[in-house]
């Protein structure tokens, strides 16, 4: 297939929820890709609307068949790839609840999702995965049936393939059935539509309640509009609900997903040149990372003229945001100030432009291109993206729509736009969506509150969501759900945040994860552990001290980077080893958190131990490389204690 499309006139789908969502996309776009997989041959294998329909169509009746309910459980464990989305049809068209995960979930979360779920029937992405299942059958009673995803291998006994059920509903739909037409025609949008099982950054996954109205509600208020002419790249995990709504919004617009993987990512980037795409910081610290590696192996004429390219990238941007009024501003600001900052920017604007446009075209051009060439924009979601990355890809052109959301809200609050872009916030609102800033130790709304300057803008406390967006409650857990959301439909995110004086969102960090010093002072351990990430030599930074003195940290060293710098280990451990590393690291740490404007003296870290070995999606890490920080407090609670023990308050 010729990865570049024909534009073809389209309009926005719009549904009452999911199952008419595929049949109006199928009607609307017919025979164009809905997705495309990558083929052995660098080619793409695609799948069209009308395809996904009709096969999910086949897929839901053969779920009748064997027995499956409305609005019963039915799990996918898998990663990416376009048998998910037709097993995701089928689950969808026959009224059942989508029930996800991906592979890397360790054995004792599979057996709680499936015996918490209640699940009877469960989509696996391969025998491995379906092996797996039968072994630990005897702790999961009452999942009896297992569906192989990849009708290329051969199942196991007592297993079906994609294919026998598929072929189960294709012969009853032959023979005149209608019972999936039935059950799609009967959902209501306030049916469930998935059950998605939190990856447990803080304990025991918890099962997130979506509706259609949930996610139909994304796809309506989307600040982003894709045509049939996009073409977005899939890289994120699909069972993740941002990646899910991108796939869903993508449907909606008759725009095509490609899937690829880390492994191909580079690589798809230049044959695909998507348009758009959802993706996560690490995915772009390690681009950035590649292109600046590059760049110092190239010819220093070459060199230089990178260098003086991003510089006059990122003050054409600073300029230009001044100008539209997309300056970050958490105080507030005289007119004629306002007036004066953008007398300045205009000039700087005037002065930079010509240098600007030709090393632009000249140099950062070709960067670009790295990047796919025809890249609109990006959602970065599932974590803070580091305010270097930030200024780095939007100097060289590629804007960062940085969004923020949570499971529990389907995901998008908030996200900014390209007329919104605001760097060091994730923007504005989306439509349809109440939001109130509530201080954590008194409960004062401090924002809406005309009672206070700017109407409460400026203020920081826990950030609380109000809209269609925001989830029924944690499956078969009434206690949980009272915690976070109010008889008045109030969701308490757990996160800490302040709208700027410019009506953007600013995320400050999550209140479970403050550290609570022993003087009282809290600190937010994620601008911390972003800061000393930016030092080339460390991989991961992982701040700790409850209850102590000073705050401490935990560092992993990047044993590639450090090879270059002169480093001689095979191994972590024998790189830890090393006392002139620890000097080096101590050096680079300091030289991070120097500035007072950024850190206050109680924040700064004050010693660290050494990680010997690297961290695990699935063990310390989700699958969007979160930190589990109870994992990661138990797993090395000896290191901590050598740092935090001597200084811990005793009371």
Request: net charge neutral; charged share 25%.
């Amino acid at each position: 297939m010729d990865v570049l499309m024909e534009p073809h006139p389209s309009t926005f789908v719009h549904a009452r929820h999911i199952p008419e969502l595929y049949r109006l996309a199928a009607e609307k776009y017919e025979s164009l890709p809905a997705f495309a997989t990558r083929q052995k041959d660098r080619s793409w294998e695609p799948l069209t609307f009308r395809k996904l329909y009709e096969r999910g169509r086949a897929i839901g009746e053969g779920l009748i068949s064997i027995g499956v309910e409305p609005q019963e459980p039915v799990g996918v464990f898998s990663d990416n790839r376009v048998e998910w989305a037709l097993a995701d049809a089928g689950i969808q068209l026959c009224a059942a609840v989508n029930t996800p995960r991906g592979i890397e979930l360790t054995d004792e979360e599979l057996v709680y999702i499936v015996n918490h779920s209640g699940m009877r029937t469960a989509f696996v992405e391969n025998s491995r995965m379906a092996k797996r299942c039968l072994k630990l059958r005897s702790q999961m009673p009452g999942l009896h049936i297992l569906i192989n995803l990849d009708n290329k291998e051969t199942v196991p006994e007592g297993v079906l393939s994609l294919n026998n059920v598929e072929s189960i509903g294709t012969k009853r739909l032959n023979e005149g059935s209608a019972a999936v037409d039935t059950r799609s025609d009967a959902v209501k949008s306030e049916d469930l539509f998935s059950l998605i099982y939190t990856s447990g950054t803080t304990g025991k996954p918890k099962g997130v309640m979506l509706t259609h109205a949930n996610i139909i509600s994304q796809t309506e208020c989307a600040p982003v509009r894709l045509s049939c002419t996009d073409r977005v790249l899939s890289i994120l995990p699909i069972w993740h609900i941002l990646e899910r709504m991108l796939e869903i919004y993508s449907v909606s617009c008759g725009a095509c997903t490609y899937y690829t993987s880390a492994r191909y990512f580079g690589e798809d980037l230049k044959q695909v040149e998507p348009t758009f795409m959802g993706s996560a910081p690490r995915l772009w610290e390690s681009l950035r990372h590649r292109i600046l590696t590059a760049v110092e192996k190239a010819h220093p004429v070459r060199r230089t003229l990178f260098y003086i390219a991003l510089s006059l990238g990122i003050h054409y941007r600073e300029a230009v945001f001044v100008l539209r009024g997309q300056d970050l501003r958490l105080r507030p600001i005289s007119r004629i100030k306002i007036l004066l900052n953008k007398v300045v920017a205009a000039i700087q604007w005037v002065i930079i432009l010509p240098w600007f446009g030709f090393f632009n075209a000249a140099v950062l051009e070709s960067v670009r291109r790295k990047a796919g060439g025809s890249l609109k924009g990006t959602i970065s979601g599932g974590g803070a993206l580091p305010s270097e990355i930030d200024q780095f890809f939007n100097a060289i052109g590629i804007p960062m729509l940085e969004g923020y959301g949570l499971t529990e809200t389907s995901p998008v609050i908030a996200v900014r736009t390209h007329d919104r872009l605001v760097r060091g916030t994730v923007g504005p609102l989306i439509p349809q969506t109440e939001i109130r800033i509530v201080d954590l130790d008194l409960g004062e709304i401090l924002y809406p509150n005309s009672a206070r300057r700017g109407n409460g803008r400026g203020l920081r406390g826990e950030i609380q969501v109000k809209g269609p967006q925001v989830m029924r409650g944690y499956y078969k857990d009434d206690e949980a759900t009272q915690e976070v959301l109010d008889d008045d439909g109030w969701f308490r995110t757990g996160d800490l945040g302040m709208i700027t004086f410019n009506d953007s969102l600013k995320i400050l960090g999550r209140s479970k994860a403050t550290i609570v010093l022993s003087n009282g002072e809290n600190v937010e351990p994620e601008n911390i552990e972003m800061r000393v990430k930016m030092s080339p030599l460390i991989a991961e930074c992982i701040a700790v001290g409850q209850d102590a003195k000073h705050v401490c940290a935990l560092i992993l060293p990047d044993l590639e980077a450090c090879r270059e710098a002169g480093f001689a280990a095979e191994t972590l451990e024998d790189l830890v080893k090393q006392p002139e590393l620890r000097d080096r690291i101590h050096e680079q740490i300091h030289n991070a958190m120097q500035n007072p404007l950024e850190f206050k003296r109680f924040e700064v870290i004050h010693d660290f131990r050494f990680l010997s070995r690297p961290l695990e999606v699935g063990v310390e890490l989700t699958n969007l490389f979160k930190v589990k920080r109870h994992v990661i407090h138990d797993r090395y609670a000896d290191l901590i204690r050598e740092m935090v023990e001597p200084e811990v308050r005793h009371d």
